[in-house]
T-cell receptor
Framework: GIQVEQSPPDLILQEGANSTLRCNFS?????LQWFHQNPWGQLINLFY???GTKQNGRLSATTVATERYSLLYISSSQTTDSGVYFC?????????FGKGTKLSVKP | GAGVSQTPSNKVTEKGKYVELRCDPI?????LYWYRQSLGQGPEFLIY????????DSGLPNDRFFAVRPEGSVSTLKIQRTERGDSAVYLC?????????FGPGTRLTVT
């Protein structure tokens, strides 16, 4: 099956800093999504992005499908950005999740 | 409208017992998904429904796990003869298209 590798596994930022999270896939996917799991465990859908670039406020994501990777950019980070960021991919509805990047934003 | 809801939020059961976990998807969402998440890991796919039928149940770990969605809305995940290794957070998601929206999960503890 598809393998999903996320990096870095942990990230500590000072409030206001920018960061880039990466997700590599072992095979092509046509369904790729990024999620944020807040400290209370709720998973929030950030982007559906099988290819191209999308932006939503301080967050943006880029997927290069031909090279099987995706990037999530967080700009001007805030303490509320803390939590675990997951990417997930698959061919249809059965998403395979990576192990996540745990982000801590310090005030 | 309301988001995905799951009941109960917490369930403690003894090894060998039967449990049912319920998921109410977002109104109008045709697809419904079950995942489970162990501590420190990403969610692991179990099964997904398109309408009333299971479109993909390849993630169910064994025949002790079963899920239904009889009217194409609410779904129930059923676990027979629970084992300590079944302890996890069980997550439900629904979608109208590709984007999946998750509920708060049911934390299952098997003692």
């Amino acid at each position: 099956g598809i393998q999903v590798e996320q990096s870095p596994p942990d990230l500590i930022l000072q409030e206001g800093a920018n960061s880039t999270l990466r997700c590599n896939f072992s095979d092509s996917v046509n369904n790729l999504q990024w999620f944020h799991q807040n400290p209370w465990g709720q998973l929030i859908n950030l982007f559906y992005i099988p290819s191209g670039t999308k932006q939503n406020g301080r967050l943006s994501a880029t997927t290069v499908a031909t090279e099987r990777y995706s990037l999530l950019y967080i700009s001007s980070s805030q303490t509320t950005d803390s939590g675990v960021y997951f990417c997930a991919g698959g061919s249809q509805g059965n998403l395979i999740f990576g192990k996540g990047t745990k982000l801590s934003v310090k005030p | 409208g309301a988001g995905v809801s799951q009941t109960p939020s917490n369930k403690v059961t003894e090894k060998g017992k039967y449990v049912e976990l319920r998921c109410d998807p977002i109104s109008g969402h045709t697809a419904l998904y079950w995942y489970r998440q162990s501590l420190g890991q990403g969610p692991e796919f179990l099964i997904y429904f398109q309408g009333t039928g299971a479109a993909d149940d390849s993630g169910l770990p064994n025949d002790r796990f079963f899920a239904v969605r009889p009217e194409g809305s609410v779904s129930t995940l059923k676990i027979q003869r629970t084992e300590r290794g079944d302890s996890a957070v069980y997550l439900c998601a629904s979608s109208l298209s590709y984007e999946q929206y998750f509920g708060p999960g049911t934390r299952l503890t098997v003692t």
